[in-house]
């Protein structure tokens, strides 16, 4: 059986976001003996879903080992992604996605969510921010997602994620919030009563949304901020790497 791995993204229209990415492939197209292709969301050049799709199966792949670079499962691109690949039924309230047209079986793997490999992440983030955690309060901020199912599976990694941090870090409070639906100000202003407050975003890498929204949300309130995303890491390259060899053990 021929297997290929395809990484897909959400993908920014700043270049830098999608360096950054691949940036992170350089090490896995290293380590896995396995033809690699990164898509991105929404694009309509040869980066798109289907384009790269069609290139790994021209290469002869008969299985493609799909790993999404997302945050959570609680993305609603990631129904919509699973809708192309013919994984998933259309989600009620969702506009459907066409599927793609091709023999290549696909075996999905597990977005980040609170893997192992993404607390190295954010404690990497949190030791440039954090000078006296006892004096400070923390937030995490995720994208979120307003729609049902979607927003409680926000919620649940959010709340796994505090947990993780508070094992590490003794902050006088950790909170979480989300831009959508949107209570980051509100949770920043509670948080900022018990010290000084740290924020920290959850994104894949840095852009419009942690270098503009969330700033803007903050207006106003003191805090320590520096929109350092989980890329440029290590960890999620040693992530895909880990991911591809345990979907492996299932497709081989």
Known sequence: ????????????????????????????????????????????DGRSIAAQVER???????????????????????GEIRQMLGLAPPYPGTPPATPLSCRVRFHWCP????????????????????????????????HGCALPGYR?????????????MKRH????AIGHA????????????ELAAWGTLVVLPLFISSGYFTRCVIPQRLAGIPHRYEGAAYLPHPAIARWIVQSVEKALEQVL
Request: proline residues 9%.
């Open 1 to 44: 059986m021929s297997v290929a791995v395809l990484v897909i993204a959400h993908g920014s229209p700043d270049p830098n976001w999608e360096r950054l990415v691949e940036q992170a492939l350089q090490p896995c197209r290293a380590q896995l003996p396995f033809p690699l292709g990164v898509a991105y969301l929404g694009k309509q």
């Open 56 to 78: 790994l199966e021209q290469q002869g792949a008969q299985t493609v080992i799909v790993v999404p670079l997302f945050v959570t499962a609680g993305s609603a691109h990631i």
């Open 169 to 172: 870090y003794p902050f006088a």
């Open 178 to 189: 989300t831009l959508q639906p949107d209570n980051v100000a509100a949770r920043a202003r």
């Open 152 to 164: 409680q599976h926000w919620e649940r990694l959010l709340r796994r994620l505090s947990s993780r």
């Open 111 to 142: 977005p980040l969510e609170d893997d192992p490999w993404v607390e190295p992440i954010l404690l990497d983030r949190l030791s440039a921010l954090s000078a006296d955690p006892r004096q400070e309060s923390l937030l995490l901020v995720g």
